[in-house]
């Protein structure tokens, strides 16, 4: 069964960084990138990056530049997404999801990211 | 970057009717790579389009997507009760790749 599995629930201080993990399965982990999306409480989705799961190369949103950085280890089919400096305006679910020749055919079930004083 | 705009911000309809929900480009989309999804709350959004017109695996055929250049459409042939939820274009397959989402349209029970 193909799937994406994300880490649990952060709870970060303003400042700090996170780290979230996407663990895949069911399929042939270097054959399709993964990029991650955000949604705020309330609010849409909002695209943060992707990652080539073969060669590691990343490009990420320019709103997000200098702040993210996406790794993957091919030895456990893992990709990572840290987010540093947060904001309270972090706060959000993030999801991970796989692309082919469709952008986003499947999803990890999200990673809340509370970010509280 | 190209900004995609979504067209009524909330529609309201019964089940049986039709739904015709516009996504709209600042910019032509390179090769049709505009996809839809559905996300009911507290859930991950599901592909339901891509390429513009193609359903993804599991779509029920009451689903259409199309479109070209800047303007596209999603069309639900005849609302079932579990269609109602927010619906997202996306625009993919720009260089450097960008996957930018338009702000969503509700379909509601009226």
């Known amino acids: 069964q193909v799937q994406l599995l994300q880490s649990g629930t952060e709870v970060r201080r303003p400042g700090a960084s996170v780290r979230v993990s996407c663990r895949a399965s069911?399929?042939?982990?270097?054959?399709?990138?993964i990029y991650w999306v955000r949604q705020a409480p309330g609010q849409g989705l909002e695209w943060v990056g992707i990652?080539?799961?073969?060669?590691?190369?990343?490009v990420y949103a320019e709103k997000f530049q200098g702040r993210v950085s996406m790794t993957r280890d091919t030895s456990t089919d893992t990709v990572y997404m840290q987010l540093r400096s947060l904001r309270s305006d972090d706060s959000a679910v993030y999801y991970c999801?796989?692309?082919?020749?469709?952008?986003?055919?499947?999803w990890g079930q999200g990673t809340a990211v509370i970010v509280s004083s | 970057e190209i900004v995609l705009t979504q067209s009524p911000g909330t529609l309201s309809l019964s089940p049986g009717e039709r739904a015709t929900l516009s996504c709209r480009a600042s910019?032509?989309?390179?090769?049709?790579?505009l996809a839809w999804y559905q996300q009911k709350p507290g859930q991950a959004p599901r592909l339901l389009i891509y390429?513009?017109?193609s359903r993804a695996t599991g779509i029920p055929d009451r689903f259409s997507g199309s479109g070209s250049g800047t303007d596209f459409t999603l069309t639900i042939r005849r609302l079932e009760p579990e269609d109602f939820a927010v619906y997202y274009c996306?625009?993919?397959?720009?260089?450097?790749?960008?996957?930018?989402f338009g702000p969503g349209t509700k379909v509601d029970i009226k």
């Open positions: 910019q032509t989309i390179t090769s049709n790579y």
């Open positions: 069911g399929y042939t982990f270097t054959n399709y990138y």
């Open positions: 990652i080539s799961t073969s060669g590691g190369g990343t």
């Open positions: 390429g513009a017109s």
């Open positions: 996306q625009q993919y397959g720009s260089s450097p790749p960008r996957f930018n």
């Open positions: 999801a796989r692309v082919g020749d469709s952008p986003g055919d499947v």
